[in-house]
């Protein structure tokens, strides 16, 4: 088996629309709600 060193499981950085913080990694899609400013972000990683 080949070794790449690294992780299949490829997460994506979700960032605030409105106040670009940080606010989680997934895979497919999610609605996740700002902690800071409430909005609502609706991603698709698909
Ligand atoms: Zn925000």
Redesign the pocket.
Known sequence: MPSKGGVELKLKEIR?K????L?GKIKGIAEIK?P????VNTVNDR
């Not at 409105?18 to 913080?21: G, I, S, T």
């Not at 800071?36 to 909005?39: E, I, L, Q």
């Open positions: 605030c409105k106040c670009n913080k606010i700002c800071r400013c409430a909005t």
